[in-house]
């Protein structure tokens, strides 16, 4: 396995700029995770990778090697699509040796590295099978295993998951973590899927519009969003984002609430800012700072989601799912000052 760093790529398209001045460091053995809304600028960034696409500027290296201008086939990158693209007409065995085959390898060491895979990913009893007579979980390991089959520096995972139902997502999520560490694969994960990304990464870099907002570990991502938007596309219910401006007494108004938050910041006084405040950080107080009007009482099992409508805003309030929510009318909200962020007027943490 080898580290991948990639400098000032940029992708054109004509006009379109797919990606814009990315830097990125994906240490050895690191799960990294690309994530983003459609069309942000994910897939180019791995076929770039690859080599599928060539970049319109910056360097990519594997290692000490620096790969931007080489084919495909000497990068010695593994892939897995979403469509998983095994061959329909060759069986699970010849899908899985496939990258050996055509890098010579053959005899016994080719039916061993086969079957060592097979035996890793539980294929062992199916390799006579063709993809089409396997369940989808079934095929998505042998795409995998004919990614790994091969011991490539760097893997390339494409949102491999989206095709599976949600039990079997989980079994195939849990799974491939395992993989990753038990190989020390250094992995570049796209998905769309903010779960996905904070459960399986190490690391992550959330991508809009071409363009890194923010690279980190998933908790600090989470609980430090860099910018309004990769508050409101990470966590579900999304970070909640209300109108706050500053006054001078350090007291920050809210639609008609008084907040006295604990860092008053009177450096800012004057100012119309964005306070960021997650679900699980607002709890019903009735000498709590924050009033809102019930919309909607959502009880979901393991937590209940109340939604309430305060200064023009909807905001969620996550509460344990055994408390018993608030009814209807009018409630106050405590926010857990040392959990807040706040944003500027461009959406940027202050
Ligand atoms: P999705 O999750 O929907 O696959 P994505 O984040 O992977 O989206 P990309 O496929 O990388 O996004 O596309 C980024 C941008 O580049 C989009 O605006 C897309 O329309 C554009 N684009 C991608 N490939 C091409 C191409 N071959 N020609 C022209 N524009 C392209």
Redesign the pocket.
């Known amino acids: 396995m080898a580290p991948l760093t990639l400098r000032g790529i940029e ?1 054109r ?2 006009n ?1 700029v ?2 814009q001045d990315l830097n990125l460091q994906v240490g050895d053995g690191e799960f990294f995770a690309l994530l ?12 770039m990778i690859a080599g599928l ?1 060539a970049p319109s500027a910056g360097r990519i290296q594997i290692g000490e090697r620096d790969v931007t201008g080489l084919p495909p086939a000497e990068r010695n990158v593994g892939m897995v699509f979403q469509d998983y693209a095994l061959y329909p007409h060759m069986s699970v065995q010849d899908n899985i040796g496939y990258p050996l085959k055509v890098r010579g390898v053959r005899g016994p060491t080719y039916a061993e590295r086969v079957s060592a895979v097979a035996e890793q990913l539980q294929l062992g009893p199916l390799l006579g099978r063709r993809p089409g007579q396997l369940s989808g979980g079934q095929q998505q390991r042998v795409a995998v295993s004919r990614a790994v089959v091969h011991h490539a520096d760097v893997f390339l995972f ?2 491999p998951l989206s095709n599976l139902d949600a039990k079997l997502r989980l079994e195939a999520r849990a799974f491939l973590k395992r993989l990753q560490r038990e190989l020390k694969m250094t992995v570049v994960y ?1 998905t ?1 899927d903010q779960v996905e990304a904070l459960a399986l990464a190490d690391r992550l870099a959330v ?1 809009q519009g ?1 363009v890194v907002q923010q690279v980190g570990a998933p908790l600090d991502v989470y609980r430090r969003p860099a910018t309004t938007f990769v508050a409101s596309f990470i966590g579900n219910p999304p970070m909640n984002l209300l109108p706050v401006t500053l006054e001078s007494a350090g007291r920050w108004r809210c639609g008609d609430s008084l907040l006295r938050p604990h860092t008053p910041r009177p450096d800012l006084a004057g100012r119309s800012l964005t306070l960021g405040l997650r679900p699980e950080h607002l709890r019903p107080d009735p000498a709590g700072e924050l009033s809102g009007e019930v919309l909607a009482v959502e009880p979901l099992g393991a937590e209940t989601i109340l939604m309430l409508k305060t200064a023009g805003e909807t905001v969620a309030v996550r509460l344990p799912g055994e408390a018993e929510p608030p009814g209807s009318g009018r409630v106050t909200l405590q926010p857990e000052w040392g959990r807040a962020v706040l944003f500027d007027e461009r959406g940027v943490r202050l």
């Open positions: 992708k398209f004509g379109t797919a990606v983003g809304p459609s069309g942000c600028g994910k897939t180019t960034t791995m076929r696409e494409d949102e796209v769309h991508m071409g």
